[in-house]
């Protein structure tokens, strides 16, 4: 990612009790472009993109919001979206603000869980960020390729 001048401004707004109560870097002593470089090789090595990730996340949280507040089945996963009130903008200063929105997946496999927020879905996505070690919504990209089977999926347009 190129670093833009106001990124010194976006860590800051990334503290916890900012743009909110937990913040998005966690304890993660790393700056925000180490961060979203190391994360970016990783995902080099799954040879998968972050914006495939969310693509796919997006997939499983629009059928979760179909089902209006049920579980649903949907690609082998039980997903349920829980909506809360209120809106949260993205830290990255690009005017876009997200519905607080959580969505929890099980893979019906494994049983194995994971949630994210539509916020940190963005930010996976068009960022490339995936949080910084300790915050509470940090997805590993490896344990998250893992979880949305990236290595079955070909790379796809939407």
């Not at 949260?88 to 969505?103: E, G, V, W, Y």
């Not at 960020?129 to 939407?158: N, T, V």
Request: aromatic letters at 8%; proline letters at 4%.
């Amino acid at each position: 990612m190129k670093v833009r001048p106001e990124m010194k401004d976006i860590e800051r707004d990334m503290q916890a009790g900012r743009l909110s109560l937990d913040g998005f870097l966690g304890n993660d002593s790393r700056s925000l472009e180490a961060i979203i470089n190391e994360d970016d090789s990783t995902l080099k090595t799954l040879n998968t993109t972050a914006d495939a990730m969310g693509r796919m996340m997006r997939r499983i949280t629009r059928a979760g919001m179909e089902a209006q507040g049920e579980p649903v089945e949907y690609d082998g996963y039980q997903v349920e979206v829980m909506e809360y009130k209120g809106w949260i903008p993205c830290p990255f200063k690009d005017n876009r603000k997200f519905s607080k929105r959580i969505t929890n997946v099980v893979n019906l496999a494994t049983g194995e869980g994971i949630q994210w927020t539509d916020v940190g879905l963005h930010l996976i996505k068009d960022h490339g960020f995936f949080q910084g070690h300790g915050s509470p919504y940090r997805l590993d990209p490896i344990k998250l390729a893992a979880f949305l089977r990236m290595e079955e999926r070909p790379f796809e347009e939407e």
